[in-house]
């Protein structure tokens, strides 16, 4: 079973900065998609940011601009650097590998608070 584990989450003042990691237990990051989702009490999940198998990125258009997403394959791990941070980025924030076409899998760490305050 893959595990993926977010860290680096926290309480940070509006236009501060934070950067987000994740870490997988295989090279799951290195074969198809890989993406940051973020849940705001009240809301559903929605996608931050993206990488696809090819590395095209996309990003949410509130955060464009702001949040760049990165992944270390080598590493196996993948970040989220976010900066100019609002309170509206208050949310908890999971990371997802997901791909497969033959074999589909969608992988989901724990998650990560970040609260921003004003």
């Known amino acids: 079973q893959v595990q993926l584990v977010e860290s680096g989450g926290g309480l940070v003042q509006a236009g501060g900065s934070l950067r987000l990691s994740c870490a997988a237990s295989?090279?799951?990051?290195?074969?198809?998609?890989v993406a940051w989702y973020r849940q705001a009490p009240g809301k559903q999940r929605e996608l931050v940011a993206r990488?696809?198998?090819?590395?095209?990125?996309i990003y949410a258009d509130s955060v464009k601009g702001r949040f760049t997403i990165s992944s270390d394959n080598a590493k196996n791990t993948m970040s989220l650097q976010m900066n100019s941070l609002k309170p509206e980025d208050t949310a908890v924030y999971y990371c997802?590998?997901?791909?497969?076409?033959?074999?589909?899998?969608?992988?989901w760490g724990q998650g990560t608070q970040v609260t921003v305050s004003s």
């Open positions: 990488i696809a198998s090819g590395g095209t990125t």
């Open positions: 997802n590998a997901h791909g497969g076409s033959a074999y589909p899998y969608n992988y």
């Open positions: 295989t090279n799951i990051f290195s074969i198809g998609a």
